[in-house]
């Protein structure tokens, strides 16, 4: 939970946002039977189609902008010469190819955990530093992953997700991330799959998707980094997995993690061929 | 690694070992989680049920004959011969989702979270599909011995009926108190439970 208010020019319309959702949400389980909602009703893609194109996604993506061009760091340098996967200083399309092997540091990265390395070399600012805020809480604890997250996602909108699977590491990635969706543990012996494997189910009145599905996984893979309605905040997919091993009952997932790493790639190929529409709006 | 490791790590996770992935599992896990809260990194480590049931198509014959077998030795009846406690408190335990997170209070009581995978009683409508209604449940099953030993049981440990269910062991997991097994039966059973009962004018 937020513990401090927003940036003050996000104020008005966060606020908005989650009063007009929270009305919807708890209104539903208190009106007469007479007048009782269809449970498959989603307030929230109704009220995405009101708001339209409007995000407040965006001043992240206005912030993570100014983090990449604007020289910083012990070494003075901006982030313009990273390299995202399609060459030095690439951006357009770049998340739409992740998770990919990089041969500079001989490992299998994701948006985040490529950031991370940019940020590192580039600038020189030490990763314990940069991840002391890995996921934002207000105005005094910005985190500057998602601001850049959100920033290079939005430069893959309406590019087609296809994620290379040729190296060696990817394929083990892949497979590592195929066992730890099905891998049930844990005093609840759940799996990512106890929830996200099935056809057309809810957990309360909350849609799952069959993540093994390609429309499903497509939806809802293409649609993060996104911002969460009920937090005020960004998120990614660093943090959508670890909260569902909280969820789960498993300990904290490492940000960066092989685990973390190998679930994007699986989720990813997934929902490969789906057009990014990142940062999307979520409850 | 000896042979019969190996041979476990090909049948748990069906695949072949050139990716090195499957042996490496326990491994990566430790290292890619942090103990936090009361989740410590030993709820990464699978007890035999939960290796025969981390696979993604159904479990059948011999290994599903085993799972029912091992989870049936398990179950623990009341100790008082007493099914039933107070289906108010069953009902509270039904609604709360709280219990076992890293960021929940261990000294607090777990919930059941019963409403998010099932429907009980029907004024509530916010209820999930992952597992089926209970909507007039001891309505339609009436209060005999056998189904209520039965209830129990699935309560307490669902794999002892149903290999791999997607419910969790709340008995045997320690995920609730017997006390709270009682209250859970009682929202099932009671006459007066909502559950049993039509929805409100």
Redesign the interface.
Known sequence: MRTSSPEPERRPIARLLWAVVSLLISAAPNVGSAAQPEPEQDPIAEYRAMFGDDNPAVFWEMRGEALWTTPRGPKNRSLEDCDLGLGKGVVRGAYAQLPRYFADTGQVQDLESRLVTCVERLQGIDRATLLKVRFGNGEAHRSDMEALAAYVAAQSRGATLSVPLTHPQEKAAYALGEHIFYYRAGPHDFACATCHAADGKRIRLQKLPNLTRADDARAAYTTWPAYRISQGELRTMQWRLNDCFRQQRLPDLIYGSEVSIALTMFLAKKAEGGVIDAPGLKR | MNAKTLITALVL?G?APT????SE?PE??K??????GQ???D????DP??KA????GAVTGAAAAEIIAANQASIRYPSDGQWLGDWRAGEAIAQRGTG????DDPTEPSGGNC???HQLAPD???????GPSLKAYGKLRGRGEAVLRYTWGKIYNP?AYFPCS?M??FGH???LTEQQIRDVMALLFDPESPVNRD???
């Open positions: 996770f695949m990716q090195g992935s499957a599992l990566v896990l290292r890619s989680f942090v103990a936090k989740a410590g990194l709820r990464l480590e699978q049920t939960q049931c981390s696979q993604a076992k997170q890293f960021s409403y998010a995978c509530e409508i916010a209820y999930g599909t992952i794999q997607g969790p062991r997991q320690q995920i929805s409100s004018p």
